[in-house]
């Protein structure tokens, strides 16, 4: 008995297998009801040979197991047909959530719920949520962890739920492309945490695919660094980066492409508009504070609200996610859409930041020096020397461990960080330096 290679892609064919092309690159998927996944070699195995047992081809399955490397191999299996697909992207102004039963189309005004018989075009089966959606006039207990979280700052939840509907928003646009931080208000040495930060990207997770690498092990030169990345990717989650975390390195995935590389796999590459977001958490904050820094950041701090000894299981008496009921996370979700719409209707807003400038000032000179610099007179002229000897008077801890030359890269930092021109001159052998505040 022979097995006819034709027929056998035919056969494939017919139960959705086919190629598509993505930067000159193909990839092996599967549709299932305009559902689209990538396969591999393995699982169209496994779907062969487990067809034919449940139809009692029992000759034809010992023929193909007898010759798997003849009909399960890379140049068979890619001489599959290639197809042109019609993937439903979010655009600018619109934005498009998958649930098992319906799906959301959203714009600045509306939440519609629609029929997948109304959807033209495919999407990614790992986009659609594994839950049922409807409308709910309950109030969800994330809206109320939120505004603990902003401490009913309703300039700060605005700011925080517009984040949460960029990130939630797929479309990329280059003139808009920025990584999302989250992280602590607190000024401390930023080892408390637990202020609700990867609670957040929990929930981003529930309502797009999301890719989380643990931040304070993350090594942007390892080749293999985004491996957990696929295509239908839509947001990678760096948790919990520690102080040294090389933002300036993620420059070129934030405004371009991503290249992927899985070990024993060829790369993906994923064009710009494929491509995911990027959230990352923290307890401190992010470096670079130039203006190729501040264009791709969009900085959000979290108060002490929740913490070590106060999480939300102590107001709500019960875990997010784990122990709610249908309609618990039927509100959740319009919650989550109502972020999105949010964003969509007002872009990225912005608020009056805590302590961000102070905290991140800290952690570049000292508490000390920050405690003494905020106390000057910046109307008022000093001699240089003259105002790093009353530093050191003031704070005898640093007499031998602090230069003077270190001390003006210190009030540099403090010029830099609160937008202040400092202007230096001679006057008699004596450097004088003083400020020029903007108004």
């Given amino acids: 008995m022979e097995i006819n290679r034709t027929k056998f892609l035919e056969f494939l064919e017919n139960n959705g297998y086919f190629k598509i092309n993505i930067q000159d690159r193909y990839y092996i998927t599967q549709n299932k009801d305009n559902r689209i996944k990538t396969v591999d070699i393995i699982s169209i195995k496994d779907f062969v040979l487990n067809y034919l047992a449940e139809n009692n081809f029992i000759d034809v399955r010992e023929k193909m197991l007898r010759g798997v490397s003849q009909y399960f191999n890379e140049k068979v299996i890619e001489s599959i047909t290639t197809k042109n697909l019609n993937f439903k992207n979010d655009t600018l102004h619109k934005s498009f959530v998958y649930f098992q039963n319906c799906y959301a189309e959203l714009t600045a005004n509306s939440i519609e719920l ?35 979280i902003c401490k009913g700052n309703k300039e700060r939840i605005r700011a925080l739920r517009t984040s949460i ?23 401390d040495d930023g080892a408390n945490g637990r202020c609700g930060k990867s609670l957040i990207g929990q929930a981003i997770s529930k309502v797009r695919s999301v890719a989380t690498a643990d931040g304070r092990r993350f090594d942007t030169n ?64 992010i470096k670079g504070q130039d203006g190729s820094d501040v264009a791709r950041k ?82 008022e002229s000093y001699y240089k020397k003259e105002l790093y000897n009353q530093f050191i008077e003031q704070y005898e801890d640093y007499e031998n461990n602090l230069k003077q030359n270190k001390f003006t890269k210190w009030i540099k930092e403090f010029c830099k960080t609160y937008g202040i021109r400092s202007k230096e001159r001679f006057s ?12």
Avoid at 123 to 130: D, F, G, L, S, T
Avoid at 165 to 187: C, M, P, Q, R, V
Avoid at 428 to 438: A, D, M, Y
């Fill in 114 to 148: 629609k029929e997948y018989s109304e959807l033209n075009g495919v999407i990614w089966a790992k986009h659609i949520i594994p839950r049922n959606f409807e409308f709910t006039e309950n109030k969800s207990d994330f809206n109320i962890f939120i505004n603990n």
């Fill in 165 to 187: 509907g960029y990130l939630l928003h797929t479309f990329k646009d280059s003139a808009n492309a920025k990584s999302i931080i989250f992280l602590d208000e607190n000024i």
């Fill in 298 to 379: 969009n900085e959000i701090e979290f108060s002490d609200y929740y913490n070590k000894d106060y999480s939300p299981l102590n107001d709500f008496w019960k875990r997010f996610f784990d122990d709610w009921n249908e309609d618990e996370w039927n509100a959740f979700y319009l919650y989550m859409l109502r972020c999105l719409k949010l964003y969509l209707k007002n872009g990225l807003t912005a608020y009056q930041h805590i302590n961000l400038e102070k905290k991140g000032l800290i952690e570049d000179t000292s508490p000390e020096f920050v405690d003494f610099i905020s106390k000057i007179d910046l109307k």
């Fill in 222 to 285: 390892d080749r293999f660094a985004y491996q957990n990345v696929n295509l239908d990717t839509q947001i990678v989650l760096f948790d919990d980066v520690d102080i040294k975390f090389p933002f300036k390195k993620l420059y070129h995935l934030i405004t371009a492409g991503l290249e992927v590389e899985k070990k024993n796999k060829d790369k993906i590459i994923i064009p710009f508009d494929k491509s995911p977001k990027y959230l990352i958490t923290t307890n401190y904050v």
């Fill in 428 to 439: 008699s052998g004596n450097q004088i330096i003083s400020f020029i505040v903007k108004k």
